[in-house]
Nanobody, 123 residues
Framework: VQLQASGGGLVQAGGSLRLSCTAS????????MAWFRQAPGNERQYVAS????????RYGDSVKGRFTISTDRIQNTLYLQMDTLKPEDTAVYYC?????????????????WGQGTLVTVSS
């Protein structure tokens, strides 16, 4: 499955953005979806994941309570609603897909990747 991420941009601290990730075809029900992010000089960091069918969502500690991951199975789209943004959320955000459990937090275990979308949060 091919993934295309969009929705990044420049926002002030405390603001909100919603990222989208559209799949080229409907993922099978066995798929899980995730968002990762990578800031300059840092490794790719887990943000959140979810089963394609919905539910079973998990979040990284740094975004818990501020970000919400969801899927729209009619539109074949994954979303990441980001609220109360902080400057440390600045990064390139990538969507990813894998067959199997969403409870996998290392990037190398995810098989399919979107191209990334840049989020910049100004202080």
């Amino acid at each position: 499955v091919q993934l295309q991420a969009s929705g990044g941009g420049l926002v002030q601290a405390g603001g909100s953005l919603r990222l989208s990730c559209t799949a080229s075809r409907r993922p099978y029900s066995s798929y899980s979806m995730a968002w990762f992010r990578q800031a300059p000089g840092n490794e790719r960091q887990y943000v959140a994941s979810i089963s394609w069918g919905g539910g079973n969502s998990r979040y990284g500690d740094s975004v818990k309570g501020r970000f919400t991951i969801s899927t729209d199975r009619i539109q074949n789209t994954l979303y990441l609603q980001m609220d109360t943004l902080k400057p440390e959320d600045t990064a390139v955000y990538y969507c990813a897909a894998r067959v199997g459990s969403p409870y996998i937090y290392t990037s190398r275990e995810w098989q399919h990747w979107g191209q990334g979308t840049l989020v910049t949060v100004s202080s």
